[in-house]
């Protein structure tokens, strides 16, 4: 019934949130047994806060729901590839899948070519990369005009 779509679409309503808030638009859920259990999305501006990222909400509040600092039969949905920050935490969480959809050509944890995620962490990238990554564009287009 639900599908990686389906929860790739709520991050993006997520993300659209923090436009609207003036943040770099970048959401996420957290989904536990097909349930979004956490919705968040960037607070950094908000907050005054540079660790505020989606993912780094949207752990604390899953493990707050779940009443425990494990994730391992969690899926993190997230319209932009973590940055090397979020993927140490996603660690620390044992989150047990993380959806993503653009890709972080600068500062995503790929670029590392380290292990950063737990072993266990199963990664599937692109979905909905288009749909992601022109949210971003957007943005940083419309920061751009003079």
Known sequence: ?????????EA???????????EIPVGAVIVCNETIIARAHNLTETLNDP???????AFTSATNTIGGKYLDD?????????CVMCAGASFWTRIGKIVYGADDE???YTLLRKALLHPRTIVQR??????????????????RVI
């Open 126 to 143: 692109g979905v909905l990369k288009e749909e992601c990554s022109r949210l971003l564009t957007d943005f940083f287009s419309g920061k």
């Open 51 to 57: 660790t505020a990222h989606a993912e780094m909400q």
């Open 12 to 22: 993006l309503k997520e993300a659209q949130k923090a436009k609207e808030r003036d």
């Open 1 to 9: 019934m639900f599908s990686d779509e389906y929860f790739m679409k």
């Open 74 to 82: 969690c899926i993190l949905y997230v319209t932009l590839e973590p």
């Open 106 to 108: 600068k500062r995503g």
